[in-house]
């Protein structure tokens, strides 16, 4: 299965600013996943990145407050803007990965508090 | 969209004992099934899976099962250890971008 590299693991920001995340992972891919795990909740997808077009963004969240990169077919960020204490939750990507063993990978995950 | 109900929401068992998540899903269309387990403060990880041409899928002492027509799957988890404790989070993938959509999770408790 793909191997994920997601950084950081965790920050600590003040309200107002903004925090990129990173997701690096060791084969290509073409779609990578987004999710916020707020504390004792469910997973929510964010959105969805491909490679070299706009991401496609779920219900409640905005390109404005989440930006998101994907330069290529391993790498992606997330930006969360702007940052209230709403914010504070854990980040997460994640990669479909076909093959024998057909699934989505997840990164390690950012545990984001913002103060 | 794809939307996902599990239940129960806690699960608590004695050692030995099985444990039974169920998940219902609305998109007739969803054709792939996975079940997470979640330790706390770890990410999910992926412990079995199903599509949907398959009825039932067993990996040593951990089972899923699907219906179809009801629109249903079950993760069966048997002889449970007090290691089976975490997070458990079923989700399907509807018809769009592939992505995956989860149920709240199931909290089980394994007492030895």
């Known amino acids: 299965s793909a191997v994920i590299s997601q950084k950081p693991s965790r920050d600590i920001c003040q309200r107002g600013t903004s925090l990129t995340i990173q997701c690096q992972v060791d084969?290509?891919?073409?779609?990578m996943f987004w999710y916020r795990q707020q504390p004792g909740q469910s997973l929510t997808l964010i959105a969805t990145?491909?490679?070299?077009?706009?991401?496609?963004?779920e219900s409640g969240f905005v390109i404005d407050k989440f930006p998101i990169s994907r330069p290529n077919l391993t790498f992606s960020t997330l930006t969360v803007s702007n940052m209230s204490p709403e914010d504070s939750s854990i980040y997460l990507c994640?990669?479909?990965?076909?093959?024998?063993?057909?699934?989505?990978?997840f990164g390690s995950g950012t545990r984001l508090t913002v103060v | 969209g794809e939307n996902v109900e599990q239940h129960p929401s806690t699960l608590s068992v004695q050692e030995g004992d099985s444990a039974v998540i169920k998940c219902t899903y609305s998109?007739?269309?969803?054709?792939?099934f996975p079940w997470y387990k979640q330790e706390l403060g770890k990410r999910p990880q992926l412990i079995i899976d199903?599509?949907?041409?398959?009825g039932e899928k067993k990996d040593q002492r951990i089972a899923v099962t699907l219906n179809k027509t009801a629109k249903h799957f079950s993760l069966h988890i048997t002889e449970t250890q007090p290691e089976d404790s975490a997070v458990y989070f079923c989700?399907?993938?509807?018809?769009?971008?592939?992505?995956?959509?989860f149920g709240a999770g199931t909290q089980v408790v394994v007492t030895p």
């Open positions: 994640s990669v479909e990965v076909a093959g024998v063993r057909y699934g989505y990978t």
């Open positions: 084969s290509q891919v073409t779609m």
């Open positions: 990145a491909n490679q070299g077009s706009e991401a496609t963004y």
């Open positions: 998109d007739s269309a969803s054709n792939y």
């Open positions: 199903i599509r949907s041409n398959v």
């Open positions: 989700a399907a993938r509807g018809n769009s971008w592939g992505k995956l959509q």
